[in-house]
């Protein structure tokens, strides 16, 4: 299976800042790669797709980058209602995995 | 506007099996690809299963021989049963449209606890 390998696990932010979110595959995944974020209670919503392809409906400040082996997920300024946990996940191979997810709470 | 909604026991005895249904709205499960996740602090994000074009299914190999993954056309629905469950697979599971490649739509959840 291909391992993805998220950092930092937990980030501390203020609003209007602008963060940063690794994600590490254990092998070549092209650009399948996906981002989802996660509130409390909720199901995952899809935030990016082909590691760089915006979902409709969320807004610009997010965005993804990346190929290979290593992708980021930039938000460009963190607004209240970004504070949630952020996932990534490879569609290269079967099965499908999942990072173990980043915290961002407000600092 | 797509829609899931899942439906399932709350709690699950040791060694029996669980069914879980995933009701759709606005969308066809004749089309898309359909999927089974779950989620729980132990093993985080799991993919369990898809289901395409109503007969073609594809399992993640660790839950292979206990999972079953069907569609209802008149009902629009489909469902995951998993068999001989045990203490690790307590997890909310999610049903979601996708399979072939990102999930871009899902239900709400269900909590399924395995519990004597």
């Given at each position: ?22 994600c ?84 | ?22 009701t ?39 839950l ?18 998993l ?34």
């Amino acid at each position: 299976d291909i391992q993805m390998t998220q950092s930092p696990s937990t980030l501390s932010a203020s609003v209007g800042d602008r963060v940063s979110i690794t994600c590490r595959a254990s092998q070549s995944i092209s650009s399948w790669m996906a981002w989802y974020q996660q509130k409390p209670g909720k199901a995952p919503k899809l935030l990016i797709y082909k590691a760089s392809n915006l979902e409709s409906g969320v807004p610009s400040r997010f965005s993804g980058s990346g190929s290979g082996t290593e992708f980021t997920l930039t938000i460009s300024s963190l607004q209240p209602d970004d504070f949630a946990t952020y996932y990534c996940q490879q569609y290269n191979g079967y099965p499908y995995t999942f990072g173990q997810g980043t915290k961002l709470d407000i600092k | 506007q797509v829609q899931l909604q899942e439906s399932g026991p709350g709690v699950v005895k040791p060694s029996e099996s669980v069914s879980l249904t995933c009701t759709v709205s606005g969308g066809s499960v004749s089309v898309y690809y359909w999927s089974w996740l779950r989620q729980s602090p132990e093993k985080g994000l799991e993919w369990i299963g898809y289901i395409y074009k109503s007969v073609n299914t594809n399992y993640n190999p660790i839950l292979e021989s206990r999972v079953t993954i069907s569609v209802d056309t008149s009902k629009n629905q489909f469902s995951l049963k998993l068999t001989s469950v045990t203490a690790a697979d307590t997890a909310v599971y999610y049903c979601a449209r996708g399979g072939g490649s990102w999930f871009d739509r899902w239900g709400q959840g269900t909590l399924v606890t395995v519990s004597s």
